[in-house]
């Protein structure tokens, strides 16, 4: 009955920017540690960054710091990706999940939504 769905991928050029929505029904997604991951053609699907919901403490891969931003809006039990000075190696599918855990390092993100391309080329 519970459901993430993705929304706000697109087509954008280098150094643009895109804010990708991950909305939560059927259940309070505040309660739970959400990340955003991304699999890239032909690639595993990896880590972007987490949110948890007991401190509110972020956590973000190496190639997403100082350029992504995740956050929370609890009245619209929704959580963003904003993210600023898009590459073409971001492309990828992006994908948010809840994981069982308040916290991000308890890992198994055991909800996840359908995707949502992001594409960045010139």
């Known amino acids: 009955q519970s459901q993430l769905v993705e929304s706000g991928g697109g087509l954008v050029q280098p150094g643009g920017s895109l804010r990708l929505s991950c909305a939560a029904s059927?259940?309070?997604?505040?309660?739970?540690?959400i990340g955003w991951f991304r699999q890239a053609p032909g690639k595993e699907r990896v880590g972007v960054c987490c949110?948890?919901?007991?401190?509110?403490?972020?956590y973000y891969a190496d190639s997403a710091k100082g350029r992504f931003t995740i956050s929370r809006d609890n009245a619209k039990n929704t959580v963003y990706l904003q993210m600023n000075s898009l590459k073409p190696e971001d492309t990828a599918v992006y994908y948010c999940?809840?994981?069982?855990?308040?916290?991000?390092?308890?890992?198994?993100?055991?909800?996840w939504g359908q995707g949502t391309q992001v594409t960045v080329s010139s």
């Open positions: 999940a809840a994981s069982s855990y308040s916290y991000c390092s308890g890992f198994d993100f055991n909800s």
């Open positions: 059927g259940f309070t997604l505040d309660y739970y540690a």
């Open positions: 949110i948890s919901s007991s401190d509110g403490r972020t």
